[in-house]
């Protein structure tokens, strides 16, 4: 499965809403579809697992829907530290990340 | 607090060999799956390896089959990835990873990575 993020580069303001989709080229087996935040020379962090529940320690502004095919990560306000590239991963036959979106400000 | 941390990476001239290590700490490491994912200078993720808590199921990405080997020594609550016949396309941070409990297919702690440089 191939998944494609858009867009490639979102530019934000703190305090604006953020949204990433996220589109597989084939069904997500049981959506189970991931999103990762990396920020320059750190490791990524997981936030969002199964589409839509939030990992442990991350703040409820990081939203995760979707299902099928198309998937979306919202952060409903932009915080300084939240600028960074995400990936969305699926885990099907095999696992593969999207290419990343970067929120920049 | 889940640790994972790597080591073993270097620089290495096209078609030698490296092992990469990750010492786990924080958690029953037996009890999980883990995995090792990638990422090239500036580029994204890749997954490359998963391996199952006793070591009996092995998957890897089809670009290193026949040429890396993971492998496991709970024991010692460490990790290995066995590099062979490296290529400039190997090149690429590694990081050690461990995979979720649920069978839910994400990966939930990761280590800071180890460089690996594939370069004459």
């Known amino acids: 499965i191939v998944l494609t993020q858009s867009p490639g580069t979102l530019s934000l303001s703190p305090g604006e809403r953020a949204t990433l989709s996220c589109r597989a080229s084939q069904n997500v087996f049981r959506n189970f579809l991931a999103w990762y935040q990396q920020k320059p020379g750190q490791a990524p962090r997981l936030l969002i697992y199964?589409?839509?529940s939030r990992a442990t320690g991350i703040p409820d502004r990081f939203s995760g829907s979707g299902s099928g095919t198309d998937f979306t990560l919202t952060i409903s306000r932009l915080e300084p530290e939240d600028f960074a590239v995400y990936y969305c991963q699926q885990h099907g036959s095999s696992w593969t990340f999207g290419q990343g979106t970067k929120v920049e400000i | 607090e889940v640790q994972l941390v790597e080591s073993g990476g270097g620089l290495v001239q096209p078609g030698g060999s490296l092992r990469l290590s990750c010492g786990a700490s924080g958690f029953t490491f037996s009890m999980y799956w883990m995995s090792w994912v990638r990422q090239a200078p500036g580029k994204g993720l890749e997954w490359v390896a998963n391996?199952?808590?006793?070591?009996?199921?092995?998957y890897y990405v089809d670009s290193v089959k026949g040429r890396f080997t993971i492998s496991r020594d709970n024991a010692k609550n460490s990790l290995y990835l066995q590099t062979n016949s490296l290529r400039a396309e190997d090149t690429a941070v590694y990081y050690c990873v461990r995979y979720d409990s649920n069978g839910e297919g994400y990966f939930d702690n990761w280590g800071q990575g180890t460089l690996v440089t594939v370069s004459s």
């Open positions: 199964g589409a839509s």
């Open positions: 391996i199952k808590e006793d070591g009996s199921e092995k």
